[in-house]
């Protein structure tokens, strides 16, 4: 590698993974901690193993020029769509999805590196100069006809939380590109034209959420019960939280799917309302540093492929805190670098090298 990507390695975003990594750990932990045997476990260590395997990624990610993501773009896009034809022809089933594709020793779930491929193809597409006068409608035909075969795959395994990812990921990445805003008003009306098709593809459990959104007191023990322990959770965690390993929702079960969408919950009891606020300002922090690297950008690609890699994390934390807290219905989109799961968390930190090899080669020419 050459002595100057070294000297300009980015240990601040590696930091701040570390940070949020090193909180999902503390968090799983704490989520699987059983007072009677007094351990956590498998799922810590493995969260772990995944940690380094998603740091090989990572490092995987900035030992290659960014450029040459030009020429792999499609290629690794039709690999993506392929594993997702898998998916829903053999793929693995749990919990009433059908997402992975077992390896034996991991199950990969192609829809988390699928948001990459997506960032990918759009940098690709939108790297040249935009047009005066921006972006029109019809221009978009050949993004939207690439994009929309992953959404529906993703949605029928069902997996609409990943789906919505990948559609507004795409609005993010089109808006960079340089839509016109009046495009970008008519492609807003068209998405609210099309909702009410949307609703009839919707599985009877995804209805019942949106519904139970709309009016809390539904199903208090069937759809509406993640919701409610969860505010349960959050709320009695107060200012300074109950302590680690002492959060009594967590402890007695009555939190759901705690290690994995809910996880903000269970640090929210914890930690309380100024652990909320730290975790929130360190992921704002994060944010708004990817953000400045895309304005330091040597080239319009470089700035692509970061902002919609910081896309892919920004509505991944605003959907998953807004989904635990009542704010929006339950999709089932994990806390980025915090929630367990192998295949999200190494794809993130592969998006997040991305951002570091883009970062570290603004000072090469």
């Not at 020429?71 to 693995?92: K, N, T």
């Amino acid at each position: 590698m050459d002595r100057r990507l070294v000297s300009h390695f980015d240990w601040v975003l590696l930091l701040f993974s570390l940070a949020l990594a090193g909180v999902g750990v503390m968090t799983i932990y704490s989520a699987n901690y059983n007072v009677v045997t007094g351990h956590a476990g498998i799922l810590p260590v493995r969260q772990t193993m995944w940690l380094g395997l998603g740091f090989i990624a990572m490092m995987a990610a900035i030992s290659f020029d960014y450029h040459y993501i030009d020429r792999i773009a499609f290629p690794f896009f039709g690999i993506m769509l392929v594993l997702l034809i898998i998916v829903d022809l053999v793929g693995h089933s749990g919990g009433g999805s059908q997402r992975w594709i077992n390896l034996g020793f991991f199950r990969l779930q192609p829809s988390e590196p699928a948001k990459i491929a997506i960032v990918f193809v759009m940098a690709k597409y939108f790297q040249q100069d935009e047009p005066p006068k921006g972006y029109y409608l019809r221009d978009l035909w050949i993004p939207a006809l690439l994009v929309g075969p992953l959404v529906f795959l993703t949605l029928i395994q069902p997996d609409l939380g990943t789906a919505i990812i990948l559609g507004i990921v795409f609005v993010s990445m089109v808006l960079m590109g340089g839509l016109r805003l009046r495009s970008f008003s008519y492609l807003v009306l068209a998405g609210l034209a099309v909702l009410p098709l949307g609703w009839r593809f919707l599985r009877p459990y995804q209805q019942n959420r949106v519904l139970t959104f709309l009016d809390p007191d539904r199903d208090p023990l069937g759809a509406g019960y993640h919701v409610i322990q969860s505010k349960i959770a959050i709320g009695s965690g107060q200012i300074f939280g109950k302590g680690f390993l002492h959060g009594t929702q967590n402890r007695l079960d009555f939190l759901p799917a705690q290690h994995t969408d809910f996880i903000f919950a269970v640090f929210s009891e914890e930690w309380g309302f100024l652990g909320c606020v730290a975790l929130l300002l360190l992921y704002f922090a994060f944010i708004a540093y990817c953000l400045r690297i895309v304005q330091r950008a040597k080239d319009r690609f470089g700035a692509l492929l970061v902002f919609g890699m910081t896309a892919i994390i920004f509505w991944h934390v605003v959907i998953n805190i807004a989904m635990v807290c009542g704010v929006l219905p339950v999709v089932g989109v994990p806390l980025p670098m915090v929630s367990y799961g192998g295949s999200a968390l190494a794809s993130m930190m592969f998006a997040i090298g991305i951002i570091m090899n883009v970062s570290m080669r603004r000072y090469v020419f």
